[in-house]
Each structure stands twice: as structure tokens, then as C-alpha cells.
């Protein structure tokens, strides 16, 4: 009942951080291999793309991430990949693994599990002030009991740019087990695993590669991991390397000026918060409104074309927004989006947020401002209450220990 009807002429879509939308190409590679499949049974499917799936894929894979196309791996997801990587690691009581604020529920289930397998210590790099990760915290307290060091480079939740090649650099006289998540990274920014000195590197193939879903990939590094993930279907395999090559093949247009004019035309919109900590930002821009609800918003867009997402607490909990399990939308731009769809985008918000305030005005009702009780409470900027050092931390089921 609360699924919105979208207009399907002319749609700005603003959701390539979510899913990424095909190129003409890629879904007709993927309709022809879906009929086949369909026709003839997989194992047929297989034969018939045996190149693609055993040679050009990897070698697709080899040029986009910076290493020998032996090394790469297909998967369902970068989740399962980093899932089936990580969860075989052999550690002891005495080691630690760091996390990041910014990482993804997923990623942090499978370290979870692992540190209740092998009895390690789970711990969560702090931010600087200004949201950026603490380089110099983790520069005072590397030492040989790291094991594994997991960072995602962009945040799902609010688009920030970790420095993955200076922690490269910074983990690279250690023993540490570096893993990089580069899902909402790869297809928009550069991703070269050797200058990021990362042992595991994984991503999605459906977001800003813009291939079909259920499928990942990932580097690992020969003789550091053992297992493997579970297989793609081979028509997502197929239609993966057809988005491979068409973004091998795109025309590079400056569209990284789209963040700026998408950040504007949110900070115009009154009474809007926008949710960016760190120094750089990259493809996306999180943003909540203080009486209208993220979910209203996102739905409203829809109705009116403009297709973005609603990001919750549950997805990043150890994010500083997600404090208080706060909800908030979050907007992504991709080089097939345009200038005008930002426009559309800008007044479809703000129609949106007229009719609200109409509404309530009419019914006499009033709003409870998201996080408003946390920030009378002394709340920090992201809406939620001030770090503290050294206590456990629960976030559902996952308890960890906050060093801020």
C-alpha cells in the first residue's frame, strides 16, 4: 500500500548508489543470456559463455582494479566475497581487528562472527572532528596484535572518502591483513588495489558499474586467504562484463560538478540538514529534514520522478548520524545524470516539503524534529550523544569497544 508509483517518463534517477541504472546494452546482454538460460538450462549457458566467464570477465576485472586477472574472484556480492575471505582468517585471543564508523552492517556481521570464533578484540578507528578517520590514532596504536584492518572507502551512508592509500601505506610494515570495501567506490572513483596496498579488495557489480544485481567480484591476494565465495548466475556474469566494457569504454564527462550543484540545492531548501562529515565527499549526499520524515520525502520523490533512497540506523550503526536510529535520504549522481535533474530534483523537494507544511498547518498537527531529544541532551553535530572512551558498545547484536 505504501510502495510509491513512479513516473517512468523522463525519471531522474538519483539512486546509483543503490542501484545503478543498465545501459541499453547491458540489459540486452542479460535478456538474451536470461532467454537462453531459460531455453537451454545453465549448464548449457555456461558452455556457451565459457571465454566470458573464465578469461574476459578476469581480465575486465584485472585492468579496472590494478592487478593480474588471476587474482580477481566472482561473487554474488562484495558481502559474500569479504564474508567468505574473512570468515576462514585464523587469529588468536591476544589480536585485534579495527573496523571503521563508516562501515556497513554486512561487513560487520562477518566480524563479528569471526571475533566470537576466535576470541579477538574488536575495535572501532574513531573520527577526527571533522569526520575524517583518525590517521594518527591508528599511527599511536598499530602495533603487531592487528590482524585485520577493514576500511570502506566510500560510506554508503553519506558519501566520505576514507584515505585507503595513506592507511595502505601507514599498515604496510605491519603484519595486518588489509580488506578494503569498494562497492560505492568502484565505477566512480579510481580503485587500484597495489596503490592502496590492500590484500582483499570487493565491490558490487550493480551500483555505479551499473551492471545487474546478484553479482560482485573481488581481488585477493594469492597465499593470504583461503575460501571462496559462492558463484554468480553466468548470465549476471555476462551481462557484468558488458558493463565492464561499456565503462571502459565511457566518455569521461566531468559530471563530479553534479555533487556541488546537488549539495546546493539541498542547502537552499529550508529547514534541511545535510549529512557530510569528512573532508571529501564522493557521488552521493545524505540529507534529513527536522519535521518531515526521510521515508515521506523519498516517497513523495517518487511520485513526482525522482528516484532516491532512504538510508536507516540498521545499514552503518556505528555511523555518527545513525545515532538514536535516525532515518535520512540520500541522493547519488552518476555521469548519465544531467544539470536538469538536479533542478528536478531541487523543486520536487521542495513542493514536497510546501505540501507538508500545508497539510500540517491545515490539521493543526505538529512534528517531532528527528534527534531533537538527543540534541536538548547535548548532542553532537550528527544528531546524536558525545563519544566516550573505552566503554563497550552495543549495537544490536553486535558489542564493540568505541577508543574515541
Known amino acids: ?45 555456461a558452455e556457451h559463455l565459457g571465454a566470458v566467464l573464465h578469461t574476459e570477465v578476469h581480465e575486465r576485472l584485472g585492468a579496472l582494479l590494478g592487478v593480474p586477472a588471476g587474482d580477481t574472484v566472482l561473487a554474488t556480492g562484495a558481502a559474500e566475497a569479504f564474508d567468505a575471505f574473512v570468515r576462514a582468517a ?12 563508516y562501515e556497513g552492517v554486512a561487513r560487520l556481521s562477518t566480524l563479528y562472527a569471526l571475533r566470537d570464533r576466535t576470541r579477538c578484540r574488536l575495535e572501532v578507528v574513531p573520527l577526527r572532528a571533522d569526520g575524517d578517520l583518525d590517521l594518527d590514532w591508528m599511527r599511536a596504536h598499530l602495533d603487531g596484535d592487528v590482524a585485520l584492518v577493514s576500511v570502506v572507502h566510500v560510506s554508503s551512508a553519506c558519501g566520505t572518502v576514507s584515505p585507503v592509500e595513506q592507511v595502505g601505506r601507514l599498515l604496510a610494515p605491519h603484519r595486518a591483513r588489509y580488506a578494503v570495501d569498494a562497492s560505492h ?20 557489480g550493480w551500483r555505479f558499474l551499473r551492471g545487474p544485481e546478484a553479482v560482485g567480484f573481488a581481488y585477493a591476494a594469492p597465499g593470504v586467504w583461503s575460501g571462496r565465495p559462492t558463484a554468480p548466475a553466468p548470465a549476471a556474469v555476462a551481462a557484468l562484463n ?35 562529515p569528512g573532508r571529501e565527499q564522493a557521488g552521493m549526499l545524505a540529507f534529513r529534514h527536522g519535521e518531515v520524515p526521510a521515508a515521506l520525502i523519498r516517497r513523495a ?19 555518527p548520524a545513525a545515532r538514536g536510529g535516525a532515518t535520512a535520504v540520500r541522493a547519488s549522481v552518476h555521469r548519465d545524470n544531467s544539470a536538469q535533474d538536479i533542478d528536478r530534483f531541487e523543486q520536487a523537494l521542495r513542493d514536497v516539503l510546501r505540501e507538508e507544511r500545508e497539510e500540517r498547518e491545515y490539521t493543526g498537527g505538529a512534528a517531532v524534529a528527528p534527534g531533537a531529544a538527543l540534541a536538548a541532551a547535548g548532542g553532537d553535530r550528527f544528531g546524536g550523544p558525545p563519544p566516550y572512551r573505552g566503554t563497550p558498545v552495543r549495537r544490536g547484536h553486535l558489542t564493540l569497544h568505541r577508543t574515541t
Open 242 to 276: 558488458a558493463a565492464l566494457a561499456h565503462h571502459a569504454a565511457a566518455v569521461r564527462l566531468p559530471y563530479e560538478d553534479l555533487l556541488p550543484r546537488l549539495r546546493a540545492a539541498v542547502e537552499r531548501t529550508p529547514g534541511i540538514e545535510v549529512l557530510a
Open 185 to 204: 567506490s568502484v565505477g566512480q572513483l579510481p580503485v587500484d588495489a597495489a596503490r592502496i596496498g590492500a590484500q582483499l579488495v570487493t565491490a558490487d
Open 301 to 319: 520523490l517518487a511520485r513526482r520522478g525522482v528516484v532516491l533512497w532512504k538510508t536507516v540506523a540498521q545499514e552503518n550503526p556505528l555511523h
Open 90 to 101: 585464523e587469529l588468536s585471543p591476544g589480536d585485534r581487528i579495527w573496523t571503521t564508523p
Open 1 to 45: 500500500m505504501n510502495a510509491p508509483t513512479y513516473d517512468t517518463e523522463g525519471t531522474a534517477h538519483l539512486n546509483t548508489a543503490g542501484t545503478g541504472r543498465m545501459p541499453d546494452g547491458v540489459r540486452a546482454v542479460l535478456a538474451a543470456c536470461t532467454a537462453r538460460d531459460d531455453r537451454f538450462g545453465s549448464r548449457a549457458l
